[in-house]
C-alpha cells in the first residue's frame, strides 16, 4: 500500500471514531436530562407529602391509603357499558320480606308473548278468576302487538323484560349486546304502556348452555341498575317438544306447587300454546280451591332464582 492509501485509511477511521463517540455522548445526555426530570417531580412530591406531614395535615396512614387507592383505580377501570344507557336505572332499596303468607301464593308467568292468538284468551281467563300475573314479553315492531301490550298493563298485571330478540347467540355474546337488546325493549314497553318495566327473565332461565360466559357479569350489571330477575321453580311443562296436553300442563302446574316454596310457574303465551290456555281454568280453579292465591311479581317479591347460586 501506498503512504497515500495508508493516510485515508487513518482519516476514515479518526473520523469514525469522533462521529460515534458525538452519538454516544448526545444520548447519554438527552437520557441524564430525562432522570433529573423525573428526579426533581419525585422530589417535589416527596417534599410535599413530608412537608404536609410535618404539619400534622397528613399521616403516614394516609400516605399508604392514598396510594393504595390510586392502585385500585389502576387496576379495576370501570366497564364502558356502566356508563351507557343513563336512563336503565330502577330505584331498589327495601328489605325483601318473608312474610308465611306468601307461601301460600302462586305466581303464573307468561313468556315470549305477546301473541295475537292468545294473549287476549289469557286476559280474559285471569279477568274471570280476579288473578293477576305476569307477563315476559318480547319485542315486536307491530301496532297489533303494541295494543296488546297495552292492554295487558291496562288489567293490572306485570310487564317484565324477556329481551327485545331472544335470541341466545346475540344477546348472551357480551353485557354489552344484552344491555343494548334489554334497552331497546325496556323504553318501548315504556313507552307503548306508560309503565317502566322493573323486572326480567332471562331467555332459557339466568344460567342456560348460551350464557355461562357472561351471565356473573350480566346480572352483577342490571343488578346494580336496580333490575330483578325471576327464574321459576314450577315447570307446566309446555315448552316440551311438540304440544302439551292440556291435562298433562294441567297436572304439572298443580303438582308443582307447594306451601313451603314461593311457586313462580313457568308457562308460555304464543300462537302454538292454546293447551296451556286451555289449562288455565282448571289450575286457576283447582289451586284455589286449595287454598293458594294468585299474585304478580313485582320488584318486591323475593326473587326465584336457580339453585346454582347457593
Ligand atoms: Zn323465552
Do not use: C
Amino acid at each position: 500500500m501506498t503512504v497515500r492509501q495508508w493516510k485515508r485509511i487513518i482519516t476514515f477511521v479518526v473520523v469514525a471514531l469522533i462521529v460515534s463517540l458525538t452519538v454516544a455522548l448526545i444520548i447519554v445526555a438527552v437520557k441524564a436530562n430525562k432522570l433529573d426530570n423525573i428526579l426533581s417531580e419525585n422530589e417535589e412530591i416527596i417534599a410535599f407529602l413530608n412537608d404536609a406531614e410535618d404539619a400534622g395535615t397528613i399521616t403516614t396512614e394516609d400516605i399508604s391509603q392514598m396510594s393504595k387507592e390510586l392502585n385500585a383505580k389502576k387496576g379495576q377501570e370501570k366497564p364502558e357499558y356502566q356508563s351507557k344507557y343513563s336512563k336503565l336505572y330502577v330505584e331498589n332499596d327495601f328489605v325483601y320480606e318473608d312474610d308465611a303468607e306468601g307461601a301460600k301464593k302462586v305466581y303464573l308467568t307468561f313468556d315470549d308473548g305477546p301473541s295475537t292468538e292468545n294473549t287476549e284468551k289469557i286476559l280474559k281467563i285471569l279477568d274471570k278468576y280476579d288473578v293477576k300475573a305476569t307477563f315476559f314479553v318480547i319485542y315486536h315492531d307491530s301496532d297489533e302487538m303494541d295494543a296488546l301490550l297495552k292492554k295487558i298493563a291496562d288489567a293490572g298485571h306485570t310487564i317484565g323484560v324477556h329481551t327485545a330478540s331472544h335470541n341466545y347467540e346475540k344477546i348472551y355474546s357480551s353485557v354489552d349486546a344484552y344491555l343494548k337488546d334489554f334497552n331497546k325493549l325496556a323504553k318501548h314497553i315504556e313507552k307503548v304502556t306508560g309503565v317502566k318495566p322493573e323486572i326480567y327473565r332471562f331467555p332459557g332461565g339466568s344460567l342456560n348452555s348460551y350464557n355461562g360466559a357472561v351471565y356473573e357479569q350480566i346480572i352483577a350489571e342490571m343488578t346494580r341498575r336496580g333490575y330483578t330477575y325471576y327464574d321459576w321453580d314450577v315447570g307446566s311443562g309446555d315448552a316440551s317438544y311438540g304440544t302439551a296436553s292440556t291435562n298433562w300442563i294441567a297436572n304439572n302446574v298443580i303438582n308443582g306447587v307447594s306451601k313451603d316454596k314461593s311457586n313462580v310457574v313457568l308457562m308460555h303465551d304464543t300462537n302454538a300454546k292454546d293447551t296451556t290456555v286451555e289449562a288455565l281454568p282448571k289450575i286457576i280453579e283447582t289451586l284455589q280451591k286449595k287454598g293458594y292465591k294468585f299474585d304478580k311479581l313485582t320488584k318486591e317479591v323475593k326473587p326465584v332464582v336457580f339453585g346454582y347460586l347457593s
